[in-house]
């Protein structure tokens, strides 16, 4: 027999009616009912949890240090991202290095099959006696045909990085400055490249990857072994160095790095160095995101690093980063005085450089931005006035000044800190350092710097210093 339980409830409460059990409810009903009432009290405190878990990470969002690389395409940004990884999530980076094997070997391979267009150039256009011309053509042309599997291999290792030919290839510019020449130049989608390293942290990702890989990586490097003394032979050749001055071809930075390291890199247990993985060039499109930990404290805020695009079709993008932004680090390349852009064979880099560090300096949106300027690629520039390049001969406004690396640093120094002065909307410190961001022990240093310089800076703004 079931007994029914009969609950009272306060008149006065509006809320008892809606509160209260029913009435006349059975032990076994009011068990139901209970039983309901703490899977839903579970089910809210759940949903608690959630939402003060999302508020959590929201208030660590807010409180991240937000970076921005710019600078013009090739100016240094992605290898900076590189140095700050080597330095601040060092255990990653050890973890990914493996995966850069196929970028390298693709860079070395890319440099040598540069090297062999301009003289197929070289030989079309050669202009000298019947006899003399046939002797030039029979001795290079044999490079040629037994260097020829390179273009196979350099088709292999683009595929496997999933790499997509870019619609504007490199091309001859008319011009007194060296330009870029060689096969077009390629870029992946930086999730494609994202999801490539990721292999290398997942062991099942890894196993697969390393199965598919393998074969791809040891059969180019069977082919660049078998060639290395070839293009050893082609790259160390007096009548091959003039002409690549000569036709104003100019490789990539990193193309001597990695030709002069062919014997080892051309074996089959060959594994990336850090200095390996920093001088890789790989162009990627859309925009890359690195999160890292830089001080050591429990509560430090984590950075969040974006490198976007430098070319001109990609600075569109730039703007939506800008908001609410803590500092920008650019990259001036002042080695660039006499080259100009592929984009726009009619403007100088070094005035591209300028334009872009004006319009960022003039922007109202980063009024209030710490400026943090690296006038990169120190060392090219010393060797460019070591080969007696003259500075004022591209940049009139030098005048008569000593054709020297400092007194050329200490110059566009002034010109770079002028334009804070007279664009900035605010008065405001622009920290700049001389840099060549391939040298990983002054990079180290520099980078210790600039992270004590933002932390102070927003300290001073949070009313903490």
Not at 106 to 128: K, P
Not at 256 to 276: A, K, M
Request: aromatic share 8%; hydrophobic share 35%.
């Amino acid at each position: 027999m079931a007994f029914s339980v009969v609950f009272h409830h306060d008149a006065t409460d509006p809320l008892a009616v809606i509160s209260a059990p029913p009435p006349d409810e059975s032990s076994h009903e009011r068990a139901a009912r209970e039983e309901r009432e703490i899977e839903a009290q579970r089910i809210s405190n759940l949903i608690d949890d959630e939402i003060r878990a999302e508020r959590a990470v929201r208030k660590k969002e807010e409180d991240a240090v937000k970076i921005l690389l710019l600078g013009q395409s090739e100016s240094g940004k992605s290898t900076t991202l590189k140095n700050f990884r080597m330095r601040f999530a060092r255990d990653r980076w050890i973890e990914e290095r493996a995966s850069w094997r196929a970028v390298i070997l693709l860079n070395l391979v890319r440099s040598a099959n540069a090297i062999l267009d301009a003289l197929s150039q070289e030989m079309d256009d050669v202009d000298m006696d019947e006899l003399d011309a046939f002797k030039f053509d029979d001795y290079y042309r044999q490079y040629k045909v037994r260097l020829s599997p390179l273009q196979t291999v350099e088709s292999n290792l683009k595929r496997l990085l999933g790499a997509t030919d870019d619609i504007q290839p490199r091309k001859q510019i008319s011009s007194t400055t060296i330009a870029p020449c060689g096969s077009p130049e390629f870029f992946v989608r930086s999730r494609t490249w994202r999801n490539f390293l990721q292999t290398t942290r997942n062991p099942e990702f890894l196993r697969h990857s390393f199965e598919r890989d393998l074969p791809t990586l040891l059969d180019s490097t069977d082919v660049i072994a078998n060639g290395k003394d070839d293009i050893k032979a082609l790259w160390s050749d007096d009548h091959i160095q003039a002409m690549l001055w000569r036709r104003k071809t100019r490789l990539e930075d990193s193309a001597g790095f990695f030709l002069d390291s062919i014997d080892r890199l051309s074996v089959r247990d060959y594994e990336p160095t850090d200095e390996d993985v920093l001088r890789a060039r790989l162009r990627t499109l859309d925009i890359q995101e690195h999160e890292l930990i830089v001080d050591d404290e429990t509560d430090a805020p984590k950075w969040k690093i974006f490198d976007v695009g430098g070319s001109r079709t990609q600075r569109h993008a730039w703007l939506p980063y800008f908001d609410q932004v803590n500092a920008v680090i650019f990259l001036a390349p002042i080695s660039c005085f006499d080259e100009r852009l592929v984009e726009d064979p009619r403007v100088n880099r070094l005035e591209d450089s300028f334009i872009l560090w004006k319009a960022i300096c003039s922007s109202k949106l980063l009024s209030r931005t710490i400026l943090i300027l690296f006038l990169n690629k120190m060392d090219i520039l010393e060797e460019k006035i070591r080969h007696g390049v003259t500075v004022k001969r591209f940049l009139p406004s030098y005048g008569d000044r000593p054709n020297e690396t400092n007194d050329v640093v200490k110059y566009l120094r002034q010109k770079f800190k002028d334009t804070v002065r007279y664009c900035s909307p605010e008065p405001r410190v622009c920290h700049i350092y001389p840099t060549s961001v391939t040298d990983t022990k002054t990079m180290s240093v520099t980078l210790i710097s600039v992270r004590d310089g933002i932390l102070r800076e927003n300290l001073k703004r949070a009313d903490l210093f």
